[in-house]
């Protein structure tokens, strides 16, 4: 959209059949729906307002005010979703990663694996 001027990007905006629900979805009048789209198509760089509204504007326009806790654990969710930083059920049993279990080698089988690798060493020719 960002080779079309204003009226195209209006005219766009309002030939799409979705453009009248989601206003109304909004309770925001059509017309200023569509300036709000506009202004936004070409001012890409332009930030939302954010608006901060009490519980009871809330619950006044038909809304329902989350539990304080299940808004943070939505957040905390979305946040591990997001940064990858979610611990699995056994890190959270054991706070710690599994770690496979030591090869079980008698002692006497491992001084002769080093045993023949120290003689293969010295039977090498060294390089000068």
Same mark, same amino acid.
């Given at each position: 959209? &960002? @080779?079309?001027?204003?009226?195209?990007?209006?005219?766009?905006?309002?030939?799409? *059949?979705?453009? =009248? !629900?989601?206003?109304?979805? +909004?309770? %925001?009048?059509?017309?200023?729906?569509?300036?709000?789209?506009?202004?936004?198509? /070409?001012? *890409?760089?332009?930030?939302?307002?954010?608006? %901060?509204? /009490?519980?009871?504007?809330? #619950?006044?326009?038909?809304g329902s005010v989350?539990?304080?806790? =299940?808004?943070?654990?939505? +957040?905390?969710?979305?946040?591990?979703?997001? @940064?990858? /930083?979610?611990?699995?059920?056994?890190?959270? #049993?054991?706070?710690?990663?599994?770690?496979?279990?030591?090869?079980?080698?008698?002692?006497?089988? %491992? !001084? /002769?694996?080093?045993? @023949?690798?120290? &003689? !293969?060493?010295? #039977?090498?020719?060294?390089?000068?």
């Amino acid at each position: 959209m &960002a @080779n079309l001027t204003p009226d195209q990007i209006r005219a766009k905006v309002l030939a799409d *059949p979705n453009t =009248a !629900k989601i206003a109304a979805e +909004l309770r %925001v009048p059509l017309e200023e729906f569509v300036q709000r789209v506009v202004f936004f198509a /070409t001012n *890409p760089d332009a930030e939302p307002e954010l608006f %901060v509204m /009490t519980d009871e504007n809330v #619950k006044a326009n038909g809304g329902s005010v989350p539990d304080l806790k =299940a808004v943070v654990q939505y +957040l905390d969710r979305e946040y591990e979703a997001t @940064n990858g /930083t979610q611990v699995s059920r056994f890190e959270q #049993k054991t706070n710690s990663l599994p770690v496979p279990p030591a090869p079980r080698i008698e002692a006497s089988q %491992v !001084k /002769t694996d080093l045993q @023949n690798d120290i &003689a !293969k060493e010295i #039977k090498r020719p060294t390089k000068i």
